[in-house]
Nanobody, 126 residues
Framework: VQLQASGGGLVQAGGSLRLSCAVS????????IAWFRQAPGKEREGVSC????????YYTDSVRGRFTISRDNAKNTVYLQMNSLKPEDTAVYFC????????????????????WGQGTQVTVSS
């Protein structure tokens, strides 16, 4: 399974970006999809995750109401729509998938994922 993240870039505060994560090598028949981010000098942080079966979606507090995670199974692609971007959103963003679901918001924990994309840089200027 290979994941290819794209869509990052430089944007002014208040702007929007949509990240994409193309999954190849297997159909997107994974229970969990997620986006993480890592800023310089900081640990990797769970941004959002979504369960295929229940449709349950989780967001870290700092992005709730601004970011939206979605999936298009026909295109084998996962998206992260990011609106009202802030300088503190600056980070490398990674997508991840997992075959088996985990309870609740544990899907925001990076250790549960076994397939990762390479990351795409998002820079928000003030």
């Amino acid at each position: 399974v290979q994941l290819q993240a794209s869509g990052g870039g430089l944007v002014q505060a208040g702007g929007s970006l949509r990240l994409s994560c193309a999954v190849s090598g297997s159909s997107l028949d994974y229970s969990l999809i997620a986006w993480f981010r890592q800023a310089p000098g900081k640990e990797r942080e769970g941004v959002s995750c979504k369960s295929r079966g229940s449709g349950s979606t989780y967001y870290t507090d700092s992005v709730r109401g601004r970011f939206t995670i979605s999936r298009d199974n026909a295109k084998n692609t996962v998206y992260l729509q990011m609106n009202s971007l802030k300088p503190e959103d600056t980070a490398v963003y990674f997508c991840a998938v997992r075959a088996v679901r985990v309870p609740g918001s544990r899907c925001l924990d990076s250790v549960v994922y076994d397939h990762w994309g390479q990351g795409t840089q998002v820079t928000v200027s003030s």
